[in-house]
């Protein structure tokens, strides 16, 4: 379980876990390699470089092949990104995760994407890259937030206590896309509450001091 590897000491700052994770390598990313993000990263990744290749009239085939380029890249390295963002889902203030891990994890990957796409660009004699991986880019900073929301709600972890299902968790997707998507509405409802909460209290407490007085 991705508990008993990293500790309750370390799971909460970016620091710490990022120790545990230089530590601990092959059990943080192999051992609990994130197979429920792995298959919806290569489902919803692949047809991106399908239909790019396809508006850049490459052809049904080189359109195929590289749409089965992105599956299996996107099969290896969804399930390591799933296991790095499960590992720093327990950050806390969450916003440290939120800003961080999105913004690193897509760097680094859609740098070997570049080359990936670029070698299959030089061997196939084909073009369309930059769109796809435009395309994807966005797609990761979206997908990694979104993994990131949905794991700290407890859905898509693998090794967990739970041990939920994938079809659970694929049942749970609707209510965790509301969720998000109104997130911003409800963060800042309660913070003008909490905010006409403390005014309320200042202004009910202030004749009594200058009673005193």
Do not use: C
């Not at 370390?10 to 609990?32: A, D, W």
């Not at 298959?39 to 850049?56: D, E, M």
């Not at 769109?131 to 967990?160: E, P, Q, Y």
């Amino acid at each position: 379980m991705i508990d008993s590897i990293i500790t309750s000491e370390n799971s909460r700052t970016i620091r710490g876990v990022t120790y545990e994770l230089l530590r601990h390598p092959f059990r943080i990313l192999i051992l609990n390699w994130n197979w429920k993000a792995a298959i919806i990263s290569s489902v919803l990744r692949a047809p991106i470089f399908f239909g790019a290749y396809l508006v850049h009239k490459q052809g049904l085939l080189m359109a195929f092949a590289a749409m089965s380029v992105q599956f299996v890249f996107r099969a290896i390295t969804g399930g390591t990104n799933g296991a790095i963002i499960q590992s720093f889902s327990k950050i806390e203030p969450a916003w440290h995760a939120v800003v961080t891990i999105p913004i690193v994890l897509t760097v680094v990957m859609h740098i070997g994407e570049w080359f990936l796409q670029a070698g299959f660009d030089m061997l196939a004699g084909t073009k369309g890259k930059t769109t796809a991986v435009l395309l994807s880019i966005l797609g990761s900073v979206i997908s990694a937030g979104f993994n990131l929301f949905a794991m700290r709600r407890g859905i898509l972890l693998v090794k967990d206590e739970s041990q939920q299902s994938f079809w659970h968790d694929i049942k749970q997707m609707p209510w965790i896309v509301f969720e998000l998507v109104s997130y911003p509405l409800v963060w800042t409802l309660k913070r003008s509450k909490r905010r006409s909460g403390f005014e309320e209290a200042a202004a009910f407490e202030e004749p009594a001091v200058s009673q005193t007085a």
